[in-house]
C-alpha cells in the first residue's frame, strides 16, 4: 500500500498536475480568502471566506482524482496493481491518500499564510471557528476526493473522468442552495441532508460536530466502497 | 504448482475459456500456443487473478487463487500482452515501486540489479532513463524485469517476444530457458517454433479449448507426417507441373508464383515418410530443367490444428454432418524466419481455411 501511495505522489511531481493544482489552488484562495476577509472591512469573519472557497474545489478536486484509476486502466498498468499481493482496498485506499494528502497538504499550505494575515491585521479573529471550519473544509475535501475516484474507477478517458466529477460537485453544493426555494417540507428535508454545503453549517460556528464529521467520513467510505466493488465487478465480468 | 480445474470463462454468451484443466509441475517450462483469440491471455489472466473464472478453480502452489489471493499472487510475476509500465517513471523508479509493491524482503539494491544483468537492461537502470523514451524491445525488458522481481516460483509470460527484433526473440528465448531451471514458467504464444524452442510442454488451445497438452518431442513428431518443399525451377511452367506431377510420391504440385528470370517457385507435397527430394532432381535434371533452390518448408500451427482435429474426429465414432471439413489445404504458406504465424499472415491463402480452423 505504502509503495502505491508514494507512487501516486511521485506521479503528481512527475507530471504538471501537481503544480498547476499547486498554484492555483494558492492564487484562488489566496484571493477568495482576501475578497471575502480582508477587504470585506467590517470584521475579521471568516466565514463567506470559507462557503466561497469550496467552489474552487469544483475545478481543483477533479484535476487530482481524475488520473487516478483511468490512466491506469488505459495504460494497462493496473493488471500490475492488480496482480500484485494487494487488496483492492488497499489499492483504493492509497490513491485517496495520496489525492488528499495534496489536497490538504496545500490547503495546511495556504492556510498557514492566510490565518497569519489575518492575526496580522484584524482584530481578535475566533481561532476555535478557524479550527473548526479549517477541519470542515479538510472533511469536504476528502469526500471530494473520494468521489472524484469513483468517478475515475468508471471511466478509462480522464477528460470524462473530470468532467463526471465536476457535475457531481456541482450538484452536491448547488441542492444546498436549492433547498430555501422548494416548498414541500419533507423534501426540502431530504435535500438538506445529502447536501455538503448546507452541513458545513456547524463547523462555521465553531462546534466539531461529531454527527456531521461521521457524514463526511461515511461519504469517504462509500465513495471507496463503490470503487471497490466496481474493480470487483469488473472482474467477474 | 499449478492446478486448473474444469475452468469457464464466459463473456455474454461467448465462451472464451471452455472447460480447461491441467496441471504443471515444479520447475516445468510449458507453452500456451493457440491462434489469438484463442484464450489464452484469459486463461493467463485467470490464473494470476486479474480475472474471475465463470466456474472453476485455479490455484498456484496449493493455494486457490480466488479464495487466498494475496497469498497466491506472492507466488507468481506476470508479465501481461501489454506491459504494464509506467512510463513517466524511470526504471530505477518502477522496479523500486514494483519492489515495494510485492513487499519484497531480499537485498533490494542487489536482487534490482542482478534482475536488470539478466534481461540486460542495467545500463539503463543505471543512467536513470525514462521508460517512455525506451525502444520497444527495451520495454519488453522492462516489462519481464518486473515480473522477476521478489523471485517469485511462477513466472507467467504473456507473449514474451512479440514486437521484437529477431536477434532480441533469440536473447529473450535464451532468458526463459535459463529462467525455467530455476523457476515454473509458463509462456503464450502464436508461434510454434517458439514453444518448440523453448518449452517442454505444450498445451494447444483452440476457441477456448484445450485441445492438445502433449510433450514437445511428441508434438514434434506428430507434425513430422507432411512433407513441403519449395522448389525454384527453370522452364515453362506447364511443362515443369507435368513433370512434377509424373513423379509417383508427388501428392501435389503448384505454382507459388514469384517469377524470377524464366524461374517459377513450386509448392511441392509429397505423401507422408517418403523422401522426394533425390527423385525430383533426377527427373527435372532429366527433362532439363534446372532445380536451382530447394527450400524444406516448417510444418505451422495450422496443419497441427488440422491433424489434431482430424485425429480427434477419427477417434470418435463418425459424427453427422457439420463437423468441420478439413480438405481445403492453403494454397502455399509464406516461411517466415523463425517462425510460421497462422492466421493473418497467410496472405492470399484461401479464407475458408481460417474460417474452419476457427469453428
Given at each position: ?237 | ?205 483452440n476457441?477456448?479449448?484445450?485441445i ?93 490444428f488440422i491433424s489434431l482435429v482430424d485425429k480427434k474426429q ?10 468441420p471439413?478439413f ?30 480452423n476457427?469453428?
Amino acid at each position: 500500500m505504502t509503495a502505491i501511495y508514494k507512487r501516486e505522489m511521485l506521479s503528481y511531481f512527475t507530471s504538471p498536475i501537481g503544480y498547476v493544482f499547486i498554484a492555483v489552488f494558492l492564487a484562488l484562495n489566496a484571493f477568495i480568502f482576501s475578497l471575502f476577509t480582508l477587504m470585506a472591512g467590517e470584521d475579521s469573519s471568516v466565514g463567506s471566506y470559507f462557503m466561497m472557497v469550496m467552489f474552487i474545489f469544483i475545478i481543483l478536486v477533479p484535476l487530482l482524482t481524475m488520473k487516478s484509476f483511468s490512466e491506469e486502466r488505459r495504460m494497462r498498468t493496473e493488471q500490475l496493481l492488480l496482480t500484485s499481493p494487494v487488496s483492492l482496498f488497499g489499492m483504493v485506499f492509497a490513491k485517496f491518500l495520496a489525492a488528499f494528502t495534496m489536497f490538504g497538504g496545500t490547503f495546511i499550505f495556504g492556510s498557514i499564510f492566510n490565518f497569519a494575515t489575518l492575526y496580522k491585521y484584524c482584530e481578535e479573529p475566533n481561532t476555535a471557528v478557524l479550527i473548526s471550519d479549517s477541519v470542515g473544509i479538510l472533511l469536504i475535501g476528502a469526500a471530494f476526493v473520494a468521489i472524484g475516484l469513483f468517478v475515475s474507477s468508471l471511466t478509462e478517458n480522464q477528460l470524462v473522468a473530470a468532467v463526471g466529477t465536476m457535475g457531481i460537485l456541482i450538484f452536491l453544493l448547488m441542492i444546498g442552495m436549492l433547498t430555501q426555494y422548494i416548498d414541500s417540507y419533507i423534501f426540502r428535508t431530504i435535500l438538506n441532508w445529502i447536501s455538503i454545503y448546507s452541513r458545513f453549517g456547524n463547523f462555521s460556528y465553531g462546534i466539531l460536530d461529531p454527527a456531521t464529521m461521521v457524514y463526511y467520513f461515511s461519504i469517504c467510505f462509500v465513495f471507496m466502497f463503490l470503487t471497490v466493488r466496481i474493480y470487483e465487478k469488473r472482474r467477474w465480468s | 504448482m499449478i492446478q486448473i480445474q474444469n475452468l469457464v470463462k464466459r463473456f455474454g454468451s461467448k465462451y472464451a475459456v471452455d472447460d480447461i484443466s491441467f496441471f504443471i509441475d515444479e520447475g516445468e517450462i510449458v507453452g500456451f500456443l493457440g491462434p489469438n483469440g484463442a484464450g489464452k491471455s484469459t486463461t493467463m489472466n485467470i490464473i494470476t487473478g486479474y480475472m474471475s473464472s465463470t466456474s472453476g478453480t485455479a490455484s498456484i502452489g496449493g493455494i486457490d487463487i480466488l479464495e487466498n489471493p494475496t497469498e497466491a499472487k506472492r507466488l507468481i510475476g506476470y508479465l501481461p500482452e501489454q506491459p504494464p509500465l509506467y512510463t513517466d517513471m524511470t526504471v530505477k523508479e518502477y522496479l523500486n515501486f514494483v519492489y515495494e509493491l510485492k513487499g519484497c524482503k531480499l537485498n533490494r539494491k542487489k536482487h534490482l540489479e542482478e534482475i536488470c544483468e539478466v534481461v540486460k537492461i542495467s545500463d539503463d537502470y543505471k543512467k536513470g532513463r525514462i521508460i517512455k523514451n525506451l525502444s520497444k524491445g527495451y520495454k519488453q525488458r522492462v516489462g519481464i524485469a518486473q515480473a522477476l522481481v521478489g523471485n517469485p516460483r511462477v513466472i507467467i509470460l504473456d507473449e514474451p517476444t512479440v514486437g521484437l527484433d529477431p536477434k532480441e526473440i533469440i536473447e529473450i528465448r535464451n532468458l526463459i530457458r535459463t529462467l525455467g531451471e530455476t523457476h515454473t514458467v509458463i509462456l503464450s504464444t502464436h508461434i510454434l517454433s517458439e514453444v518448440q524452442a523453448v518449452c517442454d510442454r505444450i498445451l494447444i488451445i483452440n476457441s477456448g479449448k484445450l485441445i492438445a497438452d502433449e510433450k514437445t518431442e511428441n508434438i514434434s513428431k506428430m507434425i513430422e507426417g507432411s512433407r513441403r518443399l519449395n522448389a525454384r525451377i527453370c522452364g515453362p511452367q506447364r511443362d515443369v507441373l507435368r513433370v512434377l506431377r509424373s513423379i509417383g510420391e508427388i501428392t501435389t504440385a503448384e505454382v507459388f508464383g514469384d517469377r524470377e528470370g524464366d524461374s517459377f517457385v513450386y509448392a511441392i507435397e509429397s505423401s507422408a515418410g517418403v523422401d522426394i527430394r533425390k527423385p525430383l532432381f533426377y527427373t527435372l535434371a532429366k527433362n532439363n530443367m534446372p532445380l536451382i533452390g530447394l527450400e524444406q518448408q516448417g510444418t505451422n500451427l495450422e496443419d497441427i490444428f488440422i491433424s489434431l482435429v482430424d485425429k480427434k474426429q477419427s477417434d470418435k465414432p463418425k459424427k453427422a454432418s457439420g463437423a468441420p471439413q478439413f480438405d481445403v489445404k492453403p494454397a502455399y504458406d509464406i516461411k517466415l524466419p523463425e517462425s510460421a504465424d497462422i492466421g493473418s499472415d497467410a496472405d492470399g491463402a484461401p479464407e475458408t481455411t481460417e474460417e474452419d480452423n476457427n469453428k
